[in-house]
């Protein structure tokens, strides 16, 4: 645990600071590939690929939000190749949702997901995963739920390992990603911990347009 609460500048400025530890880590290879959480991990994940000289492509995830409190995550939806993965967290988190407002939750998130990989890839194939190093990319752990929905997404195409690499986190949701991926690579775990924001300066929003752009200046995902 690195309970360090300085704040990185900007995505950016995180994605290097990753960069460095994972070059450190991994060696180039040919097998690797590093997967983004759109929105916020792309930014993040441009400069780990450029670091390791390998490929850049997205794993769509959507968070399922409380119906009354957005922010609250009661679970996450994964899509990788047309297989869809449900991460529910009611239990976990013990929030009071009923099946039907769940339902009606995960429609709408299902809708957006494909909304936007239908924007990002613009008719790029996803790039194949099976025996490959895949490296998860997102810039920040709150509970973990979305990255768990990619990760078991992931495992239905057989990687030969999966890391999880992000700038800051929670302890306790890297505690839970160590339990399912091969590896966690997290560089800050404030303690107190309220929300990936405190973890940047500059915490803007992504745009669909700044995907799009990140994905350009990669190597395309069948390459």
């Avoid at 996450?76 to 967290?89: E, P, Y």
């Amino acid at each position: 645990m690195n309970t360090d609460d300085t704040p990185f500048a900007d995505r950016h400025e995180a994605g290097a600071a990753l960069a460095r530890a994972l070059a450190a880590q991994h060696p180039r290879a040919a097998d690797t590939v590093v997967l983004a959480l759109p929105r916020g991990g792309v930014p993040v994940a441009v400069p780990v690929a450029a670091a390791l000289g390998v490929p850049l492509d997205l794993v769509m995830v959507r968070k399922l939000g409380h119906p009354s409190r957005p922010e609250f995550a009661i679970g996450a939806i994964a899509d990788i190749g047309g297989q869809v993965v449900t991460v529910d967290d009611r239990a976990a988190h013990r929030a009071a949702v009923s099946d039907a407002d769940f339902d009606a939750v995960h429609r709408a998130e299902l809708a957006e997901l494909y909304r936007r990989e239908k924007a990002y890839r613009r008719g790029r194939a996803a790039r194949p995963v099976t025996g490959a190093h895949v490296i998860v990319v997102d810039d920040g752990l709150a509970t973990g739920s979305t990255t768990a929905a990619a990760i078991a997404a992931l495992r239905s195409h057989a990687p030969a390992r999966i890391t999880v690499a992000v700038p800051v986190g929670a302890d306790e949701a890297v505690a839970r990603l160590e339990r399912v991926a091969d590896a966690v690579v997290c560089l800050r775990t404030p303690e107190p911990f309220y929300g990936v924001g405190q973890g940047y300066r500059d915490f803007s929003p992504v745009t669909d347009d700044a995907v799009r752009a990140g994905l350009d200046a990669a190597p395309p995902a069948g390459r």
